[in-house]
């Protein structure tokens, strides 16, 4: 058998969409298998991680962040954020890098402490919810003239 130019050109021509062709196909029957699979996808919710063991053992309730802001241990380290609530022990927060947010509920908060980086509490009191803002390695007192004090309610660091 003899194949002439105009022959073989045409079987490259072939070729060439029979190549491009498969990926389409194959990533097809990948997708068909995925959802035939019914796994779930992976959708990050921001919760905070132990959140349940933490408000029983400690009395914090820990809703969401992004992983900027972290509870840590109050360990004399002043560029940590802390927060002194009435009847319960300090907490600190480790600021983990410039922008980071933790969404939390903490009541009875009377005085919160900036540590190393500017922070911004969103906080209730005195029936109003309000923005502090507290610069950094500053305190400031949450809540005044309040009997039940100030709900701390947000914390965000920026740069």
């Known amino acids: 058998m003899q194949l002439n130019k105009k022959t073989l050109t045409g ?3 072939l070729g060439g969409v029979a190549v491009l062709g498969v990926p389409r196909i194959a990533s097809a029957a990948v997708s068909d298998l995925d959802a035939a699979d019914g796994m779930p996808w992976i959708v990050e919710d921001y919760s905070y991680p132990g959140a349940a063991e933490i408000e029983a053992t400690r009395g914090i309730k820990l809703v969401k962040g992004d992983g900027g802001i ?10 940590l954020i802390s927060v002194e609530s009435i009847g319960r022990e300090w907490f600190c927060f480790q ?3 410039d922008n980071g947010w933790l969404s939390l509920r ?3 908060v009377f005085l919160i402490g900036a540590g190393g980086q500017d922070v911004s ?12 803002q507290i610069p950094e390695g500053e305190l ?3 809540g005044i003239g309040d009997p039940n004090y100030g709900v701390l309610l947000e ?5």
Request: glycine share 6%; hydrophobic share 40%; aromatic share 0%.
């Open 11 to 13: 079987l490259a021509a």
């Open 70 to 79: 972290v509870l840590a241990d109050c360990d004399g380290d002043t560029d």
């Open 95 to 97: 600021a983990r890098r």
């Open 106 to 108: 903490l009541d009875r």
């Open 121 to 132: 509490a969103k906080v209730v009191a005195n029936g109003t919810e309000q923005d502090v």
């Open 140 to 142: 400031r007192p949450i």
């Open 155 to 159: 914390l965000r660091t920026t740069p």
